[in-house]
């Protein structure tokens, strides 16, 4: 290299990294865009998760099966129906969760993406709960009865599963999407209720119901959008709804807000 200055070759070195780097990224130089080459958004994708989850529950069925166990074949059952009282309300909760996906997706004309996702998520989560009591004077055909009823309820998502079919629209850098699917939760409640009937009739009990471990299936569905960084990598935000089927009476739903970032193969 005699005769070629020095500064002149520093210059060139210095100018082509930017554009060595772009390439690494999948590219050519960002001009303007986040994307450094157009996101082609057929085929498999994965990617990792963050969200906060606003659960609500309805407490309001918990006690049922366990006042009509309890006041079985009893003129108090038959014309007062204590079981149908609603001893519990509702409650709301918070939880953050952790997770990935894995999906894939087909290009179809006019800019239409049709895929399916599956996905999981492990929640840090305090678990919901509601306790209350009630006390009312019947009269029953066998005479006055004080009838109290004392409850407390709980439950707590531990992790849950997903199985989506997503439809999308291809807008370049930008993939906004809706999905529906199935919800398949794991679950731990506890449900205890005392019932004290006293006057005509005397009776005291308490029953308790609760499992660790239990699995309730539910509906999934929601919106969201994926935005292009690269010909290979996505961020990710989007809000999703669950409602799951009762467990011991309770009834679960959720909203939840989701950030991810994922990769294209």
């Known amino acids: 290299m005699a005769g070629v200055p020095l500064g002149l070759v520093l210059f060139a070195a210095g100018a082509a990294m930017p554009a060595r780097a772009a390439d690494w990224l999948g590219g050519s130089a960002l001009r303007g865009t986040l994307s450094a080459a157009p996101m082609s ?110 409850a407390s309820s709980s439950i707590k998502l531990k992790d849950y599963a997903t199985l989506r079919g997503r439809a999308a629209y291809d807008m370049g850098q930008f993939l906004p999407y809706a999905f529906l699917g199935l919800a398949v939760g794991r679950f731990e409640y506890s449900t205890t ?20 471990n239990a699995i309730s299936a539910g509906v999934d569905a929601g919106l969201g959008v994926d935005v292009a960084l690269t010909s290979n990598f996505f961020l990710r935000g989007e809000w999703e709804y669950m409602v799951f089927a009762p467990l011991s009476g309770v009834r679960y739903t959720s909203n939840v807000f989701r950030g991810g970032v994922g990769v294209k193969f």
Not at 108 to 134: A, C, F, K, Q, V
Not at 193 to 212: A, C, I, Q, R
Request: hydrophobic share 30%; charged share 20%.
């Open 193 to 212: 209720v005392t019932l004290n009937v006293s006057g005509v009739d005397n009776y005291v009990g308490t029953e308790t119901d609760g499992k660790d």
């Open 41 to 150: 958004w057929a085929g498999f994708y994965a990617g990792g998760d963050f969200a906060l989850g606003n659960a609500h529950a309805d407490f309001g069925d918990s006690a049922h099966d366990m006042i009509a166990y309890m006041s079985r074949n009893s003129v108090l059952q038959s014309e007062e129906h204590p079981e149908d009282w609603t001893t519990l309300g509702t409650a709301n909760g918070r939880w953050t969760s952790y997770g990935g996906f894995v999906g894939y997706n087909t290009q179809w004309d006019g800019g239409l993406i049709l895929g399916g996702e599956l996905g999981y998520n492990y929640l840090s989560d305090d678990g919901t709960s509601s306790s209350d009591s009630m006390t009312r004077i019947v009269t029953p055909s066998t005479g006055k009865d004080t009838v109290s009823i004392d």
